[in-house]
């Protein structure tokens, strides 16, 4: 590879040198794998959060088993407009990787005697039923710990297993919206309260665009599993995780939770108001206008102001808005943005960036100023850098052609790098290989299953 | 459901005698190190003489007993050294430490480390069990290697930003640093990972994650439906365009997401709604996902959440087998006595701040995290964290101050120090 294309802006090029010499993508498949003695079965049920979680355990070698009922998990139909390649929807195809897919109908009773006969092989369990619903099938976490005590069971659902809210709503289906309308960072996100120019009727929460939700709850899962597989590790102890993934979002929600308590204590409790792109603790830091779309800036403590002043040639903003307090002010921020737009629509993104580039090699800088191009999806296909460090992998799937997907986040691991090593596969379509790996059943059995509707 | 209940002290923590070193600022590298300091791992902050960056980031400036809230959001449970890595002295004390512990954690601009003596080929000479993670805007190499990065930048640049606001109107950011806080959750996810592993092995391993290709990552179908059909994904407000219905519509007296997929719970809807025609036409999830049927069913069942309460809805949601719930603001998540029974929420007493009340980090397990102690003035531990780690007597620690190697508070910066009326002896451990 070109030294450029390894080294880009780094501040010590050997540095990234030798950080490439140990994670070069081209050495991936020759290395070990972090999980590969632990069996997970996914039980999951039209809900992403916990195809999401064996996603990221299969990336780190698991040998993840989706087990789904004969007609196929619901959640192969979540795609947008309703495009189907075969059997599987578009986000299916891109969260299938690597995984082994069975059918097995575990609401009849030769169904779950199956079930319990491969949870004695397994290490982990991903479910995503209502709480109560696999219990009452006498296949819940009681019974199931008899038979495997050191199993891992993790049940992802919008309410939880226990508490006030899961008594009364903990019957109804998870979704992503649900999560995120219980995750306190939606009613935080959307257009700026405080803006005049927004009309009232956009005043509202916003979700944001992707399924967050779903797959920060099922990232807090895949955390929650391997602090459990590393404390068996020591202790030989199972145990349950209780997943609910508006949690996972309420626990990543800023200070917006802290500030509300420490005003409370000293009297008024006080919330934050939904502030568009502007940012109530840091500001100028937004996304403004420029001739070709929008772009990131931000110049937010006072030299980096000065800076950004100075790039636009604003020395009266800077007089005008000197502190912190100023810029902070959630009136002054939408009549700030205004005036560095008035600047920024002159130019478009790469030559902002250049500007701001430049501006960074002068020895006589007030400050620093950080920009970048708010890319929109094709863009983001198309960026060098990204294709240098193969964020996507795209490949001709036996079963559903030509894809696209985006690569593991665990590929610069020097050790046990994450991978793909393949897309996706049709419903049942592992049955022969694992039930014959795991139970012995040969063909003929499994034609018999088939007849009965168990598989 | 009893193991998950009860005093959370009294269950065992899953990274007990794991010692990370965190030598790291803001929010990514910080929320990273927090999340294994709330599952029982002990976490050694060191700080640069200017301070983390979040002393200094708060909402409208705003500062509890010279606390930053900005700064406590993502510091919890560690143990808080100043140290100048600048100084020769100090690389040798950092060595030391490597050798005593499991984990190291940094976000500095990538190389930093490495011109102070401690990049990884250097620390595994020292500790091969050593498992060090990098984490940046855009990597330890590649084109982008060394630009600098933020929240926003990971947003807008990875595509998130571009898919999140009204239909037709600009792009958003989250409302909070979401970019941050989940790249941490990553970094978090690769180092028990690695742990697990080195339990088998006994090796350790270098780590690099990136913000922005965190971003990409959960993006879900976003890139497979760019590349088959060529469209950008826009913006679509709260309406999911993969599940219909799922949306959220205006009520009376504020807004609630309905979501039915299924065939039943659609039925459900339709029930309650008493347009049972609906059903009869788009009874099948695939034929209701199409964008002209999409518009008109979620127009209907607008139209006809207009004039109820959220919690009317919400009511017929549980009667008829369909998924309604309202939008949850801070306020009714503090107040909310479901999240204080899971311990979602926790009350702790402070010994500097007293009584603090804050999220604590899922899941809920029998292992779970718990809340000690919230952050702290710059090197408020440094004389307890050398003599316990390092065994260094405090003829050596006083000497640490004098050559400038390691440092206290400035009292000429509030929101460095300790609260006002503090003691000069609360919440110290040592001497």
């Known amino acids: 590879m070109e030294e450029r294309k390894i080294v880009g802006f780094a501040i010590d090029p050997e540095y990234a040198k030798f950080i490439h010499s140990i994670t070069n993508p081209a050495d991936i498949l020759g290395k070990p794998e972090a999980l590969d003695d632990l069996v997970v079965l996914d039980l999951s049920y039209g809900n992403f959060a916990g195809i999401v979680a064996s996603s990221f355990l299969a990336e780190l070698g698991a040998e993840v088993i989706k087990i789904e009922p004969p007609n196929g998990d619901l959640a192969r139909k979540m795609t947008p407009e309703g495009i189907m390649i075969g059997d599987a929807g578009l986000a299916y195809i891109v969260e299938a990787r690597n995984k082994y897919h069975i059918t097995l109908n575990i609401e009849k009773e030769e169904g779950r005697e199956i079930l319990k006969k491969l949870v004695k092989k397994a290490d982990v369990l991903i479910e995503t039923f209502r709480p109560g619903y696999m219990d009452s099938l006498g296949i819940g976490y009681r019974q199931l710990k008899e038979i495997n ?21 903990g019957k109804m289906t998870g979704y992503d919206l649900i999560d995120q309308v219980r995750g306190v960072v939606m009613s935080v996100t959307g257009e700026p309260e405080l803006d005049p120019d927004v009309p009232k009727e956009l005043k509202k929460p916003v979700k944001a665009g992707n399924w967050m939700g779903w797959y920060v709850g099922g990232m807090w899962a895949v955390f929650g599993i391997l602090l459990a597989a590393f404390y068996r590790k020591r202790t030989g102890k199972g145990q349950f995780i209780d997943v609910s993934p508006c949690e996972g979002l309420i626990a990543i929600a800023n200070y917006l939770m802290q500030y509300y308590h420490m005003t409370k204590m000293e009297g008024e409790p006080k919330k934050m108001v939904r502030a568009g792109n502007f940012d109530y603790a840091v500001f100028p830091y937004t996304y403004v206008k420029s001739k070709d779309g929008y772009v990131f800036m931000s110049g937010f403590t006072d030299p980096n102001w000065a800076a950004l002043c100075e790039i636009m040639n604003r020395p009266d903003l800077q007089k005008q808005y000197p502190t912190i307090r100023e810029r902070l002010n959630p009136y002054n921020q939408p009549v700030i ?34 920009t970048g191009r708010l890319n929109s999806p ?9 294709k240098v460090k193969e964020m996507f992998v795209e490949r001709k799937d036996p079963n559903y052609g030509k894809v696209l997907v985006q690569n593991s986040l665990f590929r610069f691991m020097s050790r046990t790098p994450g991978r793909i090593k ?25 034609e018999s299953l088939k007849k009965e509707g168990i598989i | 459901m009893e193991e998950l209940i009860g005093d959370i002290f009294e269950k065992p923590e899953p990274l ?7 030598v790291c600022s803001v929010v990514l590298g910080p929320a990273a190190a927090d999340y294994l300091a709330e599952f029982g791992a002990e976490v ?34 560690k143990y808080w050294v100043g140290m100048h890595f600048g100084h020769p002295k100090a690389r040798e004390i950092f060595y030391k430490f490597v050798k005593k512990s499991d984990v190291v954690i940094d976000n500095l601009t990538p190389g930093r480390l490495a011109k102070w003596g401690l990049s990884y080929d250097k620390l595994r000479e020292i500790n ?8 940046s805007g855009f990597g330890s190499w590649g084109p982008f290697t060394g630009r600098t990065s933020y929240d926003a930048i990971a947003q807008s640049e990875g595509g998130l930003a571009y898919i999140t606001g009204l239909e037709g109107r600009i792009p958003l950011k989250s409302g909070v640093w979401i970019a941050d806080w989940t790249t941490a959750l990553a970094c978090a996810i690769a180092i028990v990972a690695a742990l697990y592993y080195r339990e088998k092995t006994g090796e350790g391993q270098f780590i690099d994650i990136s913000q922005v290709e965190t971003v990409i990552r959960y993006l879900d179908w976003t890139w497979l439906y760019v590349y088959l059909t060529g469209k950008n994904r826009e913006r679509f407000g ?11 519509f205006d009520c009376k007296d504020g807004w609630v997401a309905i979501c039915a997929f299924s065939e039943n719970e659609f039925k459900g809807l339709c029930e309650a709604m008493g347009r049972m025609d609906l059903y009869e036409k788009f009874a099948d999830p695939l034929v209701r996902l199409k964008d002209e049927n999409a518009r008109y069913i979620l127009a209907e069942i607008a139209k006809w959440a207009r004039d109820k309460t959220v919690s009317q809805i919400e009511e017929l949601a549980l009667k008829y087998g369909f998924s309604a719930y309202h939008v949850v603001d801070v306020e009714e998540a503090y107040n909310s006595e479901h999240f204080r029974q899971r311990k979602a929420i926790q009350e702790y007493e402070d010994p500097l701040y007293g009584y603090l009340v804050e999220p604590c980090y899922p899941p809920r397990m029998e292992t779970p995290a718990r809340l000690k102690w919230g952050a702290r003035p710059m090197g408020f531990d440094n004389e307890h964290v050398l003599a316990r780690v390092l065994g260094m007597s405090m003829e050596e620690i006083e000497k640490l101050y004098e050559e400038g190697v390691i440092y206290k508070w400035n009292p000429a910066v509030p929101s460095q120090c300790p609260p006002k009326d503090w003691d000069g002896k609360k919440g110290l451990k040592y001497p």
Request: proline share 5%; aromatic share 12%.
């Open chain 1, 149 to 169: 005590p050191s199993l891992i069971y993790c049940a992802i659902t919008s309410f939880g297993q226990f508490g006030k809210d899961a008594e009364k709503f």
């Open chain 1, 337 to 370: 943005q205004k005036e560095i737009e008035k600047f920024t629509t002159q130019y478009t993104s790469e030559e902002l960036l250049k500007m701001v580039l430049d501006y960074s090699k002068k020895p006589d800088r007030k400050g620093t100023v950080v």
């Open chain 1, 378 to 386: 094709k863009e983001v296909l198309e960026v060098e850098h990204l």
């Open chain 1, 422 to 446: 393949w897309i996706c596969r049709p419903i049942g379509a592992d049955n022969e290989f694992i039930y014959q790996k795991y139970l012995g059943l040969g063909k003929e059995k499994l």
């Open chain 2, 16 to 22: 007990k005698g794991i010692r990370v070193l965190e």
């Open chain 2, 44 to 77: 050694i902050k060191f700080e640069a003489r200017r301070g983390d960056q979040m002393r200094y980031v708060t909402p409208y400036a705003y500062f509890y007993k010279n606390l930053s809230p900005g700064l406590l959001e993502q510091n919890h449970n």
């Open chain 2, 128 to 135: 091969p069990r050593i498992i060090q993670l990098h984490v």
């Open chain 2, 238 to 248: 709260n309406r999911d365009l993969a599940i219909c219905p799922s949306d959220l």
